[in-house]
Every structure is written in structure tokens, then in C-alpha cells.
């Protein structure tokens, strides 16, 4: 089972996203890649002021097209979306397995700003795929130790983490240390493995230091990203031994 991360850089342009996705799906097919992540709001860029004003059905038609990519091109994809529900706004992720099923996933953790946007989800994600139990977030949701334990509960080895950390340039030097260690955490109190997607790149006057990363169940990182371009990050876990131990 090979997992992967795609570090991406996002613009306010959801068919040049789109593209970007399918190009990062085609170089995972090369390499085996059973299933991917991608940041949060990878669909539709990181752009606040924007959020509202996507339209569902076009946001629909689009997860409908990369569903059906993925199937053809046999590699999972987990992207993330704002997605409308019975009138509510979520910071979601949608999972597009190439077995044809699909699951959706919504933030639980907003950032105080996002709650002008988005509703809190309240259900955790917890899915079987090729022999893992796997699991996934959206990036503040990192925080809390609580909601990646009840993850693991429910028998997770992987829990998939899509993030857009865009601050300003101080703030964004700073919290680089917290944001790699909190995934590493999560692996380590859980021992399970951590697969998380950051986007890259500027926005708005911020910036994003990318430091996507795949951590093992011990806290070993497996692979990490750069800080200043898009990259695809892969492991291929032994299901005789996925928990990793030496």
C-alpha cells in the first residue's frame, strides 16, 4: 500500500486546480501511489473572501470529473473543498476512492476567522481501503488530541491531515516548529501513520512554508517537503508490518 502527499499551490481558479490535481494524479499512477492527499481547499485555492460565492453545482460537477479520473487512473484522492449541505458551509474533504465509493469529511476545529464562513463539522471519517483503516482531518483539527485518538479508536493506521497554513511572513517562521511537530505528535501517542498535505506558496499578502510530511507510527519523519515548491511525497507501507516496528 503506497500512500502519498501532494504539496500544491493553489490559485482563486477552480479548473486550474482541477488540472493541477489530475497532473498530480498522473505522476502518482507512475509510482504505484494506491492513495493520495492534497491541501485543504486544494479544489477551489485558500481565498477567504471567495468562499461564499463558489457555486455548489460547479464544485459538484468537478468532484464528479476527478472521481471519475481517479477510477481511471487507479489512485485514491483525498482534495479539499468548501462544500454546501443542506444550505451549510463546510471546510470539507472529499474522498474519491478508485473502488468507486466516496466519503466526505468536514473540519470539526475552525480557525476564528473561518467561523464567519464555514459551519464546525461533527463527525469523525473513519474508512477500509486495501487493507488500512484510514482516517482524515483538515488542518487546525491537529490540535486536539482527542479527536485523533477517537481516529485511532476506531482502528485507523493512517490519518490523512490537508492544510493550507498561510500567514504572514513572521508568524509564519514562527509557527513552522509547532506545525511540524503537532502531526509528529499525533503519529507518536497514536502510533499510527501521518500523512499530511500543506499547500505552498503566497496568498493575499501571506505566505504558505509548505513542510508537507508522512511520519511513522514511532515519530520517525519518513518524508518531508520543502518550503518553497510544489513536491509529491510517497511511502509504501508493508501491510505484513504496518505498524513499523524494528
Known amino acids: 500500500m503506497k ?39 486544494a479544489l477551489t485555492g485558500y481565498y477567504p473572501e471567495l468562499f461564499r460565492a463558489h457555486n455548489q453545482e460547479k464544485i459538484d460537477e468537478k468532484v464528479a470529473e476527478l472521481h471519475q479520473f481517479v ?18 458551509l463546510f471546510n470539507s474533504v ?47 483539527d491537529q490540535n486536539f488530541p482527542l479527536l485523533a485518538r477517537e481516529i485511532k479508536e476506531q482502528g485507523a493506521d493512517v490519518m490523512f491531515i490537508s492544510c493550507a497554513h498561510y500567514y504572514n511572513p513572521m508568524e509564519a517562521r514562527w509557527k513552522l516548529d509547532k506545525n511540524l ?18 499547500a505552498v506558496g503566497s496568498m493575499n499578502g501571506l505566505i504558505n512554508l509548505g513542510n508537507s510530511l508522512i511520519v511513522g507510527p514511532n515519530g520517525v519523519v519518513i ?9 509529491l511525497l510517497t511511502f509504501a507501507i508493508d501491510l505484513d508490518n504496518k505498524d513499523w516496528k524494528w
Open 223 to 231: 518524508a518531508r517537503a520543502g518550503e518553497a515548491r510544489e513536491q
Open 181 to 198: 511537530a503537532l502531526p509528529i505528535a499525533r503519529a507518536t501517542e497514536n502510533k499510527m501513520y501521518v500523512c499530511k498535505a500543506n
Open 3 to 41: 500512500i502519498a502527499a501532494a504539496q500544491m499551490e493553489l490559485v482563486p481558479d477552480i479548473e486550474a486546480n482541477a488540472r493541477r490535481i489530475k497532473e498530480f494524479i498522473e505522476q502518482a499512477a507512475v509510482l504505484g501511489v494506491d492513495i493520495m492527499n492534497f491541501p485543504e481547499t
Open 71 to 88: 477510477q481511471e487512473q487507479g489512485v485514491s484522492a483525498i482534495i479539499g473543498t468548501p462544500y454546501f449541505e443542506n444550505g451549510r
Open 94 to 140: 472529499v474522498v474519491l476512492l478508485a473502488d468507486g465509493r466516496r466519503y466526505l469529511y468536514h473540519k470539526q476545529n475552525l480557525v476564528d476567522y473561518e467561523e464567519a464562513y464555514f459551519e464546525p463539522g461533527r463527525k469523525k471519517l473513519v474508512f477500509e481501503y486495501k487493507g488500512l483503516t484510514m482516517g482524515t482531518i483538515v488542518c487546525r
